[in-house]
């Protein structure tokens, strides 16, 4: 039988780094490594292979009713920066184990079923996320990246053409034929773990928004300038973040608000800093609650500006709509989980994911496996092979029951 947790740690191999995580960045020759390692498992296990022309890499167990259409499961196999080695790759992994067990319990299917690599979701290169399952689905073009560069200054179409894809490369562009996604994921949040819940069944992935917000101030001597004659940006920026996280707490959870990136200007020692600029990353699973906490945030920056005699900009850059998951096919987690005796919560998903592109297109679902103390996007990032096991051997029943 195949070790799910053996799986993981074969795949982490690829763009290891020193200190046990992964950095696996979209088109990069770990990156290309993973997935051709993975192309080569899917077809030793007796899955028919296939790239499209962005990079997604898919492995098919051919169904017999000649509809045309299938059954996708997956997740991501780009990681962030010094990222761990389940948030994706699970996904991915566990897919390739359940129709391997499939196929060779059952036989064929009914309907195809496929696992798929997406080539990218976390924007850890370029400045885009999702790009592999935005391009599946057709949500997104070549022309929504051909201005995206990362931070060498390499286009996202160069990078792509010289990783062996782009327009035509396999013949494959997006697809119409998906009729269910499922994702199966680790939390990377601790609610599973306190709860001491094996299963997450989520309902809806949180909305999220986020802004670039820059001070201008005045730069001065540090020295000569009497504290009561400053236009400190950075003095400035801080009062902004520290109501921003006052506001946020008393408007009460689920809201969650970072801050996340910082830069000041001339960021030297002895020069008050004469602009400042700071992102902002807000998410509830309400879109209505959504953007009145936004503006909420938004009113607290404007009112320490003036207070603080600063000049002061808001650019939102993202925002991405609260998306339910499919009532039907939770309710047949659900279904599963009960009789498979497994513990298991409904559940919000704080963190962005492929499912949620999905979504709008077909049937999706997303299952969540425990993440131990919640920790993720980091070397020591870990699931216990118990629970990746029950993760799987859910979704293999979910697939059955779908496909067969």
């Not at 990353?281 to 879109?287: I, K, L, M, S, T």
């Amino acid at each position: 039988m195949l070790m799910t947790e053996q799986l993981i740690q074969w795949l982490g191999t690829f763009g290891a780094d020193e200190d046990g995580g992964v950095t696996r960045l979209l088109y990069t020759p770990s990156w290309k490594e993973a997935q051709e390692a993975l192309a080569g498992k899917m077809e030793e296990l007796g899955l028919a292979v296939r790239y499209d022309d962005a990079g997604n890499l898919c492995g098919r167990l051919q169904g017999t009713d000649g509809s045309g259409t299938c059954i996708l499961t997956g997740s991501h196999v780009d990681t962030v920066q010094r990222g761990g080695k389940y948030d994706g790759a699970y996904g991915i992994v566990a897919g390739i184990t359940a129709l391997s067990r499939l196929r060779e319990q059952y036989g064929m299917p009914r309907k195809t079923i496929e696992v798929v690599a997406f080539c990218e979701e976390e924007g850890s290169r370029f400045p885009y996320n999702y790009w592999g399952s935005t391009f599946m689905t057709g949500s997104a073009t070549y022309k929504d990246v051909e201005q995206a560069l990362d931070p060498q200054g390499v286009p996202l179409i160069q990078a792509m053409k010289q990783a062996g894809f782009g327009p035509g490369s396999h013949g494959q562009g997006p697809r119409s034929d998906v009729k269910a996604f499922v994702e199966l994921h680790v939390e990377q949040g601790a609610i599973l773990e306190q709860e001491g819940r094996s299963i997450g069944i989520v309902e809806q992935i949180v909305g999220l928004q986020r802004y670039t917000i820059r001070v201008q101030g005045e730069a001065n001597h540090a020295g000569t300038t009497p504290m009561a004659y400053r236009r400190d940006a950075a003095r400035a920026a801080s009062a902004m973040i520290m109501a921003i996280m006052d506001r946020t707490e008393e408007l009460g959870a689920p809201l969650v608000a970072t801050v996340g990136q910082m830069e000041l200007h001339p960021n030297t020692p002895n020069v008050i800093p004469g602009k400042a600029t700071f992102t902002l990353d807000v998410r509830h699973p309400d879109g209505g609650r959504l953007e009145e906490a936004c503006d909420s945030l938004l009113h607290m920056v404007r009112y320490e500006a003036r207070k603080r005699g600063v000049d002061v900009s808001t650019e939102r850059w993202m925002n991405v709509a609260p998306i339910g998951m499919d009532a039907g096919l939770t309710g047949m987690i659900e279904d599963i989980c009960i009789d498979q005796g497994r513990s298991y919560r409904r559940m919000p998903s704080g963190a962005g994911h492929d499912a949620q592109i999905f979504a709008s297109h077909c049937k999706t679902a997303m299952v969540f496996v425990p993440s131990r103390q919640g920790i993720s996007h980091s070397p020591l990032e870990y699931t216990e092979p118990g629970h990746l096991e029950e993760g799987v051997q859910v979704l293999t029943e979910l697939l059955r029951r779908l496909a067969y």
